[in-house]
């Protein structure tokens, strides 16, 4: 009992003296003056309100500003610091980072301790310290000018004893107290607290490393090592990712290959990424890097870029972070990557760059044309440019220089040796020497042709002579049509060609789209006719045509008294209106509708294809869809059903062959009726080139358009390099797992 009584008794008392210590530390205070000392608790002070600035207590000592420079003080007021820094970090561990500037102004770091004792002088440029301040990356400018590349950093510890010598380029800390550096030849190399070098040596790279293993890269390449310096998964991976403590996912290449059409290889390759980017030249991408191959899969770059972009003539855009710049097909740098945009300009091969915010342009020797002064520039027709700067804008000639004295509040691009332009809030057009071709008077301006401009102005629109300054016409709107102008002037139509001529007067209602040598469906009054565009008229507006269709081969739908046919284009009937329904003529077949279905009649009316089908499309290339019992097929000129009538959709292809679809799956078919490929793939890719690209299940394969196989339908990536005929194709090979067992 009595010794319980007595641990109770000195427990109290070490509680009571710990609580008056506390309570004899003294605390921070600010005095009216705006200076810092230190009270005690009974509010009076111990240490003079004399510092600039002041910090609390700890462990027997604090930090303080007095004259402008960082202190260490203890409870008493008494410098433990005899010089000042320029900062005194908080302290951890017992140890505080402290800073001093140099004398070419650089700030320097180093260590001391809680009683003010210098552990290390301030003499690295650069010093990170471990979270617990066990451990500290030091790093000493070689060159003095602060050039990170120049840079050699070590390891030191606590003692300020160096661990790991200042040779590395860079260091890096896990959270198993293991560093890695990378030497001045880019070489990584692992080492545990005590300095010692682990796993063997050097490598291309370290990671996802702890006392035990590190993957480790080897030409390229990714495999893991043990402490010993053993290989335990050869480097043959592209990445290698840590799961759990000795699990590891193993990443293989993508194995890439570029075949030609008859399957022949010629090239196989390993990257993460290649893409055709030129006729012969190929990107390659390594964890995430970018670089260029040649046509025989050398590298002509190291992977030293994010992005590179499809090569304009012999120039491609590169970037590097947000910097851009552009190489040639050597792989050299032709353009500096110092630029925040580059475009290039497709007609002249100029290169507009953005620098500081502001637009210039350079040509493909690195000659500045207009210099990076304007917040916009274009590249115009003519070897001109339009620039603007601040809110003005100007027209430049070939050589960057201004075009005349005037300057515009909008300028429009250069069109038919013109250029819309606005002062102020009016508009007119300027040619090519930056002279007013028509004064700036209208609300609005529209370069039509090199002859016609449609203006707006005072809610009035009408078209004027570009040459003479002559008002044409009041029109509401103007519509280019192949050589020709529809011009609607106060709700009536009318046609005049190119130069401004009326062909047709502005007089109908409404007047339908046309094709060059086409008659013309024109409405008056709700009657509608025909007339040409010479101005002929062919039917003459009458109630007797209910409706007329727009004229495709030569022929017209008519309709009268309820029923369909057509006319020629004098007007004359060439097939008698008994139809409930038609279609244009196309291929010199047209669709007709009898007794609620549809078949095909040729010019002579000859009935070709029976009216059998509910819907049918019009004839491309010898053949047309056809619908019957809710599903499509095709049908020839000949009036055989050529594609069954068994698929969900057939729609016609530029190529000249039909997509089919059944059950939500694709397929392909020629205008012979054959079925090419059966509707059973995901991705049907028609091109234009003699081949069509097939997808199913997440894979892609290659067949001719005559539906052999080129390559089969098991790649996970698939480019195309058409001007070689060349394919890229790439196999993701699944993720491997792997479990160390020491």
Known sequence: ???????????????????????????????????????????????????????????????????????????????????????????????????????????LHGLINEKGDQIVSPQYQYFTPEPNYRYFIAGIELSGKGESNKVSFGLLDPAGKVIIPLNFSAIRHSNFQLFIGKDQSARWEAFDASGKSLFGGKYDNIKEFDAELACVKVNGKWGIVNAAGKMVVKPAYRDIVKKSTHTYDLLPFIQWKVVDQKQQTILTMEYEDVRPVHPVLYSYQIEGKVGLLDEKGGRITQPLYDEIQPFVKEMAIVREKDAYGVINSKGNMMIPLQYQKIDIDTATLLLRVQSNGKWGVLNKANRTIVPAQYDTVRVQRYGMFTARKDTLWQLLDATGQPVGDQKFTQLGDIQNLYAVAYRQKQVGLVNLRGSWAIEPVFDNLRIVNEYIAQYYTGGRSGLISILTKEMLIEADMVEPIHNYLRVIAKGKYGVWNSRGKEVIPVQYDYISDFTEDSVLTVFQKKNKGLINLQGRVILKPSPLYEELLVMKNERVGIKMKNKYGFVDKNGKLRIANRYEGIGNFSENMAAVKILGKWGFINKAEELVIQPNYEAVGQFEHGAAPVKKNGKWGLASKAGKEILKCNYDGVNWQPTGRYTISLNGKKGLADASGREIFPPRYDLVADNDNGFVMLGKNNKLGLSDNKGYDVLPVIYDRLYFNSSKNFYITGIESPIQKFVYQP
């Open 1 to 107: 009992m009595t010794s319980y009584f007595l641990r109770f008794v000195f427990i109290l008392c070490f509680i009571v003296s710990s609580n008056a210590f506390a309570d004899n530390i003294p605390t921070v205070a600010k005095d009216p003056s705006g200076l810092y000392g230190y009270k005690d608790a009974e509010g009076k002070y111990v240490i003079p309100a004399q510092f600039d600035q002041a910090f609390p207590f700890s462990n027997g000592s604090a930090r303080v500003i007095w004259k402008g420079g960082w202190y260490l003080i203890n409870t008493r007021g008494k410098f433990l610091t005899k010089k000042s820094f320029s900062n005194i970090s908080i302290f951890r561990n017992g140890l505080a980072v402290v800073t001093v500037r140099g004398n070419d102004t650089q700030l």
